[in-house]
């Protein structure tokens, strides 16, 4: 039985790749009063996010905040840029992927949707839910393509249900290879801020993102970031669109206003992230990231279980998706884990339903939480009878004890 009288003591392992633990210097930010969103000062504050985030993406031109969560972003990169019946190609990396392919048919798309084609098809746990996106799928397609009908591609960069990133720059490079005018679309809901994203240099049109994954705020605020193209694209774009139309945004962002009320107190919030990632520095951030990711990879391995990623290229180094032994229910064991240690992981999703649980190292965390995390997890698994080849946690302590964090390397100088 639920017992909501008694808290748990010590803080709840929130290791789930998004909502990822708040900072509490964020949860102090936003706990000001709010403002007046037609005053004076919330101006200053929406130029200094629209700027900041801005640098985030690594872009000049705008980006649109809506007060909405990631979702809502997906529907607006599409509404805004498309027409009834436009005939969209999107790649199948894995759940996120599916879903935004499901909406774009229920938007009134065309959607075609392409999948990895390998040797090793019969890899088991869904083969093309274990690698990147192969650019010259795209390519080939568009090729094809002489009437040039597909409007748009659309590419998860970090398939947040497996753990696989996609290396979008080859994306672009295969649309510029096959001459073709598509659109190129990328959902980064789980990639900005943790891992590399470059929009300008990799000629993204739109690059759907969120607030509760890397950048560390609560859920409820999500983005598009633009080119010049894709306002373009919007002004003959038909889809009906009104809440997420980018003209009046972008027009009133030039003062720092929005056309509605903004989510003013997660804007604190945002203000304070942009600050906590651009002192750190983006490319610190990265390399973060990826020692994290190491570091539970190399538990992952001790205890002898595969990664759901079968392409070390594009390990993720946001999550790691973990595959649990034949006849062992990974949703059972993350009850269990949940219970008796505090620790939220992540489910399996689609596909992946009960064969995978996904461990979450992104934002703010440490060395030590993930220590913690590793610890949670074999314990769980011994409980729940499952037999490891050897200990994930003396792994996980010697990789991080071995490798020197970035951050750390800075302090010492
Ligand atoms: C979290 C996530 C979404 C969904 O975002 P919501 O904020 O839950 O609407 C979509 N795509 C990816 C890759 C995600 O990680």
Redesign the pocket.
Known sequence: MLQLDIHPTGRHFLQIP?PSPVPDRILRAMSLPTIDHRGPEFGKLGLKVLGGIRQIFKTKHPVAIYPA???GA?EAALANTLSPGDHVLMYETGH?AS?WQKMATRLGLSTEFLAWQGADAQLPHAPSWRRGVQADLIEARLRKDTEKKIKAVCV?H???STGVTSDIASVRKAIDAAGHPALLMV?S??GLASADYRHDEWGVDVCVS?S??GLMLP?GI?FNALSPRALEAAKAAKLPKAFWAWDEIVEMNKDGYWPYTPNTNLLYGLSESLDMILSEGLDNVFARHQRWAAGVRAAVNAWGLPVQCADPAVYSPVLTGVITPEGVDADALRRLIHQRFDLSLGTGLGKLKGRMFRMGHLGDSNDLTLVAMVAGVEMGMKLAGIRLAGSGVQAAMDHFSSHTAPAALQKAA
Request: aromatic residues 10%.
């Open positions: 998004g969560s990631g979702t997906w996120f879903l998860v970090n398939e947040t959902d809901i789980s969120g509760q994954k859920p999500s």
